[in-house]
């Protein structure tokens, strides 16, 4: 699952996987402090010389450097039987789809950049964040575009979780194989 900051990716995540114990989400990295009140379950939140160690060594699936703070996916180790769920940016799920052609990406999206913005907000980002948020936003919303496999727009928490759902069970249906997003 894929998006720009402030779309609710982390909502939507945490919603579909309390509702299908068969997904199994991969927890990222972060070099970023984390925000007042967010969950410490949210990121493994680790120093630079960490990351870097962690990237040099050949140990994560995807990386990326946004707005001077490291992010990455740890190699999956799902358990068996589980469909591994990836909760990146757009830049992430490039990555991701060069070394698994078959991942199936989920580009989620605001409503408006108004609503957007209001979350980010909301999550304790300053305004000079928000902005440069959206605007960065404009360009990983094109670029995810060509890369999604299916748009989901987080305009009702409920009715975009059950869309995902639909889409994963799509997918297990139609491919008999393991589902990785």
Known sequence: M???GGVGKGTLVKRL???DPRLWLSRSWTTRPPRPGEDETAYEFVDHETFV????SGGLL???EFLGRLYGTPLPDPPPDADVLLEIDVQGAEQVRRVYPDAVVVLVLAPSREAQAERLRCR???EEHVARRL??????ERAGRLLADHVVVNDDVDRAVAELAQIVEAHRRASGRKLVK
């Open 124 to 126: 304790g980002d300053d």
């Open 62 to 64: 995807e990386w990326a």
């Open 135 to 140: 605007q960065v936003a404009e360009l990983e």
């Open 53 to 56: 160690r962690k990237r040099d």
């Open 17 to 19: 996987v309390a509702s």
């Open 2 to 4: 894929s998006g720009p």
